[in-house]
Each structure stands twice: as C-alpha cells, then as structure tokens.
C-alpha cells in the first residue's frame, strides 16, 4: 500500500514503548520511512500533556496527537490545544467519595498542563517518578473548577476491582471508566476514547478520508482498534484486545512497529 493514503494511530505504553518505555531502534527507523514516503504517523496515548510531551519529541511529530485517552488532541509542534473535553463538576463529588471509601488509593486529577494529586499512595509515587513529573500535592478543594480532563485512579491490581465496584455502584453517572492497566482505572468525560479522539484529529487534519491503522495493547485502545480500517494488537496485549485486533504483531519489546508497517507495505 501507498504509505500517503495511511494514518497510523499508535498506543505508547505497552504498545510502542518497551517496557523499559523505550522505542526501538528498528521501530524508530520504520517510522522515519513511513513518513518519509508520506504517511501520517501519530499517537493516543493515556498520558497527558506533561508525560506525553517527552515521547513526542523522541518520534518527532509532525503532526497534533490524541492525549488524555481521547479527551484532547494537541499539536507538540505549536503548543497548543486544537481541541479537548471536560469532566463535568460531579467528578470533583466522585474523588471525595472515593478518597473517603479508600484511604490508601492514589488519585491524579488531570488538566491541561498540570497534574493535582490530592491523595497519594507507593504506585504513585513510582509512576511519578518514572515519568518525571512534579505534581500539585493539593487538597481537593483547592484544585481549580473546569479543565479536568481526566481523573487516574491508582491502586493495587488485586484489589482494584474493589474500586470497580464501588464505581458502577455510585460514580457511574455522567462519566466515562475505563481500565488502562492493572493498576490505573479512568474517569473520563461521556463518549470520550481514544476512538472518538482519533475521529476529532481525523476531522481536524480533513483526513478523513485516509486509510486507518490503530494499534494498542489494552481495554482502552479497544474503540481506536475497533474503528480503525485495520485494527492491531501487539503480542503482549490482553486477549480481548486481540480479539478485536485484525491483526496480531509481535510483543512490545520486540518491534511490533516495524513489523507493523512492513505489514501496510504488503496490503
């Protein structure tokens, strides 16, 4: 296939990134000639601005990208905002209901530039870390009204669906939950994926009419694969992921995204 008639959609964490949330030299090296012959390369990733931001200037974008699991899409290059969707005021009442519930679990409560962290806990603070974000240590009450754009809760995986439960039963309304990985579960606004955020960038680049690669690894990328022309999951994805998938790639530590494009080569 003509690589100027593809846009290529790809999850990082689990999916493009090692799990030393690293890129391969090879996936690396693939990317530069897909876009070099003319596709469009980008990514939809969970992260928000501050954690997205470092992996898009390792890829060189060159093009705005879905953050915040589908609640925004920005351009690294400009800085700036093209388009985004906001929690309603109810998520504020659901962090204090969980923060009473839970003593122990870790909330972020995503804006558009900075990350409030008004309870704390060890998988929090490693994620942090890794990633190397500062955050507002705050209480709820003094986090800003308007421009949540995602709230992470984190805890541990084998008591996660505790939180699950107490969440279908009381912080359902109005809002989006999605699993992002063993130990993250979301709160987005209504109708927001990272499926809807590729249709936004999609509409905003008036590239609708590409053929569209979506490749990831967890529940969260379900609607992206599901939407996409071809849908595909790396080896190391979850098994209903893979099911949704059209294609089936190596693990991430493997490059998965070589293989990938090498695949759009031959179609």
Same mark, same amino acid.
């Given at each position: 296939?003509?690589?100027?008639? /593809?846009?290529?959609?790809?999850?990082?964490?689990?999916?493009?990134?090692?799990?030393?949330?690293? *890129?391969?030299?090879?996936?690396?090296?693939?990317?530069?000639?897909?876009?070099?012959?003319?596709?469009?390369?980008?990514?939809?990733?969970? #992260?928000?601005?501050?954690?997205?931001?470092? /992996?898009?200037? #390792?890829?060189?974008?060159?093009? $705005?990208?879905?953050?915040?699991?589908?609640?925004?899409?920005?351009?690294?290059?400009?800085?700036?905002?093209?388009?985004?969707?906001? *929690? +309603?005021?109810?998520?504020? !009442?659901?962090?204090?209901?969980?923060?009473?519930?839970? %003593?122990?679990?870790?909330?972020?409560?995503?804006?558009?530039?900075? /990350?409030?962290?008004?309870?704390?806990?060890? *998988?929090?603070?490693?994620?942090?870390?890794?990633?190397?974000?500062? $955050? /507002?240590? &705050?209480?709820? %009450?003094?986090? $800003?009204?308007?421009?949540?754009?995602?709230?992470?809760?984190?805890?541990?995986?084998?008591?996660?669906?505790?939180?699950? !439960?107490?969440?279908?039963?009381?912080?359902?309304?109005?809002?989006?939950?999605?699993?992002?990985?063993?130990?993250?579960?979301?709160?987005? $606004?209504?109708?927001?994926?990272?499926?809807?955020?590729?249709?936004?960038?999609?509409?905003?680049?008036?590239?609708?009419?590409?053929?569209?690669? +979506?490749? =990831?690894?967890?529940?969260? !990328?379900?609607?992206?694969?599901?939407?996409?022309?071809?849908?595909?999951?790396?080896?190391?994805?979850?098994?209903?992921?893979?099911?949704?998938? !059209?294609?089936?790639? &190596?693990? @991430? @530590?493997? =490059?998965?995204?070589?293989?990938?494009?090498?695949?759009?080569? #031959?179609?």
């Amino acid at each position: 296939m003509d690589f100027s008639k /593809v846009i290529l959609m790809t999850d990082l964490d689990g999916t493009l990134l090692t799990d030393s949330k690293e *890129i391969l030299p090879e996936d690396m090296s693939a990317i530069r000639r897909f876009r070099a012959e003319g596709g469009i390369f980008t990514m939809a990733t969970g #992260r928000g601005y501050s954690m997205a931001k470092p /992996v898009a200037q #390792r890829l060189e974008l060159d093009v $705005p990208a879905v953050i915040f699991n589908g609640a925004a899409v920005y351009d690294f290059n400009k800085d700036k905002f093209l388009w985004h969707s906001e *929690i +309603g005021a109810h998520a504020r !009442d659901y962090v204090n209901m969980l923060i009473e519930r839970f %003593s122990d679990i870790a909330i972020e409560v995503l804006c558009e530039e900075k /990350v409030y962290v008004p309870s704390i806990n060890e *998988i929090e603070r490693k994620h942090l870390a890794l990633e190397r974000v500062q $955050p /507002v240590r &705050c209480a709820v %009450s003094e986090i $800003p009204d308007g421009g949540w754009l995602k709230v992470l809760i984190a805890y541990p995986p084998e008591q996660m669906q505790q939180v699950i !439960d107490f969440v279908e039963a009381n912080c359902k309304e109005k809002a989006h939950w999605v699993r992002s990985e063993a130990h993250y579960f979301e709160m987005l $606004p209504v109708g927001v994926n990272k499926g809807s955020g590729f249709e936004q960038l999609l509409r905003i680049l008036g590239k609708e009419q590409l053929f569209t690669v +979506g490749v =990831g690894d967890y529940n969260n !990328d379900l609607e992206l694969i599901k939407q996409a022309k071809l849908g595909a999951a790396v080896g190391s994805a979850q098994e209903a992921v893979k099911e949704a998938a !059209d294609i089936v790639l &190596c693990d @991430n @530590n493997s =490059g998965a995204m070589a293989e990938l494009i090498s695949y759009i080569e #031959r179609l």
